[in-house]
């Protein structure tokens, strides 16, 4: 238990749960103001038998919360957390099975949200051996304070991979997980906080929002909200929810989730065009700030190793234009508020199409957007899946390999692991060698095989468009034939993949990473 009466620790200290190695264990709650909380903190050998003992002391303030601060422990396990308080009626606060370890924030909207149960590789998955290392927690999805939405599986509780509560917890996060803790040895965590459908602006602080140009984002919400009425607002936001955390909508609403028909979405959308929808106001989960308030901040003063970050459909659309500076201030606001410039590691739009009533307006810009904040945001790294995508559903099935993709650059980025290819191809330069040729050249691409088809790439001279006759591979080049000869010298030749709206790239190095869409101007002082 971690509460006694008003008499408790914070939410998310729990039996079962796992703290950041190598830095200070700040443990805080709530007390009666004046009342001292005593934590101790041990390991338990095998036989039960207590290790050295950590002791820290905190006093609960006028407001009634205390903080404690013990210094930093290395990886380990079995550990115990003891709470006494200076009343005789206070009780106390007893954890076990605690892990000291890597401790990752998985953030973003659905596709990051994506339960393992939805997940292509579910069924081996779950019969995979059971790892006691991992440990997972999913941030209780709160809309607005006193809200709790209907997914309570699995939220507000630390779980292990041999809990049932697994097949409700993100896909991309427990791969991440799973291959992180294989290839280190050492415990990991992680939390999950993300909403589906977030727009990044729900997670930025408004101090970071005032700036512009992301003022605009307040800007329209108070623009949305302008002239509409307190008491109905709240009165048609709580019956919307009501009907939104419904059993019976969930029901209605999960067969999407593993994949349906264009035929059966238009259906679904037929048959729930009267829904009651939640306006905008402050009740809605995607208000500006909204998440990072009702969820983030019950974060903020725990210590983590870095982020893994899946999000962006969202901000998409007429908005597409501001997500470099929106993804930046909200890596900026979050490295700030922890005080700590750990790792960002990102995942690029896949491809999509349409799903129910949305669209993929703007997803290459939001594309290019994620890949200039890869490249100049400091510790930022960028997974590609532009071979994982699905034309019409806005979920791609294979979390697992998206898992794996980001545990590959935090292998490499973060752990150091030598040797490791963990990035995906990426194209740095194009020439065209003789008056049919185009050699394009990789970064990280040893092992390169191309599959791609040639309606995938767009060779454009000019206002003309030239698909290639052929594609073939040399060692870290890419060479495209083109089926005449380009006599033209002077007018601008440019070749690119994957830079419209819905493309895929076949286009894979020997760790299995996708090419990044890219587009080069070709240079011709190759020709021969």
């Known amino acids: 238990m971690n509460t006694h009466n008003e008499y408790r620790l914070a939410e998310i200290f729990q039996s079962g749960m796992l703290l950041q190695r190598d830095r200070e264990i700040v443990l805080w709650g709530t007390a009666a103001p004046g009342i001292t909380a005593t934590a101790v903190f041990y390991q338990e050998d095998a036989q039960g038998t207590a290790g050295s003992l950590l002791c820290g002391k905190g006093t609960a303030g006028p407001d009634g919360r205390f903080r404690i601060t013990l210094p930093p422990q290395t990886a380990g396990e079995g550990y115990l957390l003891e709470i006494t308080f200076d009343c005789a009626q206070a009780g106390s606060i007893r954890l076990d099975n605690i892990c000291i370890g890597d401790l990752w924030l998985a953030g973003g909207q659905s596709n990051m949200e994506f339960f393992l149960k939805y997940d292509r590789d579910w069924e081996h ?10 440990r997972m927690y999913n941030v209780p999805q709160r809309a607005f304070e006193g809200h709790t939405t209907h997914n309570r599986a699995g939220y507000g509780r630390w779980i292990d991979d041999s809990s049932p509560e697994l097949a409700y917890f993100s896909a991309p996060a427990y791969s991440f997980a799973r291959n992180i803790q294989t290839a280190t040895g050492i415990p990991i965590g992680i939390i999950g906080c993300y909403w589906g459908g977030s727009t990044a602006a729900a997670w930025i602080s408004k101090e970071a929002l005032r700036l512009p140009p992301l003022d605009r984002y307040i800007k ?34 999960e067969p999407l989730l593993y994949g349906q028909s264009r035929a059966w979405q238009l259906e679904y959308m037929k048959a729930h065009a009267d829904d009651p929808i939640v306006p905008m106001g402050p009740y809605h989960f995607n208000r500006p700030s909204g998440l990072y308030h009702t969820m983030l901040s019950s974060l903020f003063t725990l210590s983590i190793k870095g982020v893994i970050w899946y999000q962006g459909e969202s901000d998409a659309g007429d908005h597409a234009f501001l997500y470099d500076r929106l993804l930046t201030a909200l890596i900026e606001t979050w490295r700030r508020q922890w005080n700590d410039n750990f790792p960002f590691l990102i995942v690029q739009l896949a491809p999509f199409g349409v799903w129910l009533d949305c669209d993929n307006q703007g997803y ?12 100049n945001v400091p510790d930022v790294y960028m997974a590609g899946i532009m071979d994982l995508g699905s034309y019409y559903d806005i979920h791609p099935k294979e979390k697992m390999e998206v898992g794996r993709r980001l545990a590959l650059l935090a292998r490499g980025h973060v752990y150091g692991e030598k040797g490791l290819l963990c990035d995906a191809p990426e194209a740095v330069s194009a020439v065209l060698e003789t008056n049919r040729r185009i050699a394009i050249t990789f970064l990280h691409a040893d092992g390169l ?26 060692e870290n080049r890419l060479i495209l034939t083109l089926p005449d000869d380009i006599a033209d010298g002077q007018t601008p030749l440019y070749v690119s993949l994957g830079c419209k709206d819905y493309a895929e790239i076949h286009i894979h190095n020997r760790a299995g990473l996708s090419a990044l869409p890219f587009q080069i101007k070709v240079e011709r002082g190759g020709i021969q």
């Open 220 to 253: 329209e919400y108070e623009e949305a909200i302008s002239g509409s009425s307190p008491e109905k607002t709240a009165d048609d936001s709580l019956a919307a929810w009501a009907f939104e955390d419904s059993q019976q909508h969930v029901a209605d609403f």
């Open 364 to 375: 290459a810009v939001v594309r290019e957007k994620q890949a200039s904040v890869a490249r």
């Open 125 to 134: 998955t779950k019969k995979l051996p059971r790892n006691p290392k991992i």
């Open 449 to 474: 095989a191309a599959g791609s088809k040639a309606s995938d790439w767009n060779i454009r001279l000019g206002e003309q468009n030239i698909p290639p006759s052929e594609i073939t591979i040399k």
